[in-house]
């Protein structure tokens, strides 16, 4: 059975005999995670927590208007294209359904 010679190495003997300079890492929600202290760092930086807070109030203001959002409303019209409303959409589905089980029924 052959031993193997493992000996600890240290910092002299890898080359790094000074410490690695580390970028600052800063709470960011994840976008970058890193910032980089240069003026185009910082503009950077500062375009994207402008556009995040944009981005937040958007989506909060599109989610408290619900289904009445325009944006739902156009992917429905193309979708279906004869909406009538939430309420029209379940009466016919209602309607469906009973209609196939009357079929079914007459059918046996």
């Excluded at 052959?2 to 080359?15: F, H, I, M, W």
């Excluded at 709470?27 to 995670?33: M, N, S």
Aim: hydrophobic letters at 35%; a negative charge.
């Amino acid at each position: 059975m052959a031993t193997l010679n493992r000996q600890e190495k240290d910092r002299s003997s890898v080359g790094a005999d000074s410490p690695v300079k580390t970028k600052n890492f800063i709470d960011d929600d994840g976008l970058l995670g890193y910032f980089d202290a240069s003026p185009a760092g910082q503009q950077i930086q500062s375009d994207i927590l402008m556009w995040q807070a944009g981005y937040q109030a958007g989506l909060q203001d599109g989610l408290a208007q619900g289904p009445a959002h325009p944006a739902v409303q156009a992917s429905v019209a193309r979708i279906f294209g004869d909406w009538q409303g939430a309420e029209a959409a379940r009466q016919q589905s209602t309607q469906r359904f009973w209609n196939q089980c009357h079929q079914e029924r007459d059918a046996a």
